[in-house]
């Protein structure tokens, strides 16, 4: 047995790594090229992206038509598009910081809010076919608005603050399209938590 809770999954479920190697990496993302026997006793490969922890922050405040939230809006050059999405990142230079630290710091760079209360909904994996990056996700109540601090990358984000019914209603008619932000809200409302 390994003292990597992962490579012993992988055994225990019939996986044996044959070699691994990283065919790229950067600061923020590695892809490593595993090959592997599966469980049916055949040889494979298997491309895996690294990339670290992530938290994504669900702003919940208190409007006169009832309980609002705080979206960005920004390019997102993989894609080509501008996309609404909640405020969301990793803190690469930062490996100690815990998530809720890395919650809070986000939530000001990218709205300019602080909250009074951050609770954490869950985590989840963002796509753990093909990565091993899990995100956390925080519900930040208690807002206070302030200046954002936004990196030199975020220079076209934008920031908007709807009533939730509002928020709803753009996932109904499609415009909402980030799967981390729609998963961080399903998993925030079925817990109670907006």
Known sequence: MS???????????????????????NPWTALRE?????????QGLYGVVERGEFVVILPL???PDGPTITLVRQFRYPVGETLWELPMGMWESRPDATPEQVA???????????AAEMRHAGS?????????????????????AGA???????????CRTMPVREFEAMIARGE?????????YALAKSRGLV
């Open 34 to 42: 595993d090959i592997l026997i599966r469980p049916d006793g055949k």
């Open 124 to 144: 989840m994996f963002q796509g753990a076919g093909y990565s091993n990056q899990k995100g956390h996700v925080y519900v930040a109540t208690g807002l206070v």
């Open 61 to 63: 405040g208190d409007g």
């Open 148 to 158: 954002p601090e936004r990196e030199s990358t975020e220079a076209d984000m934008t």
């Open 176 to 184: 909402i399209v980030c799967m981390v932000s729609l998963a961080a």
């Open 104 to 114: 809070a710091g986000e939530l000001r760079e990218e709205t300019g809010f602080s």
């Open 3 to 25: 003292d990597d809770p992962i490579a012993n999954a992988r055994m225990a479920a019939g996986y044996q790594v044959v070699s691994s190697r990283v065919a790229y990496s």
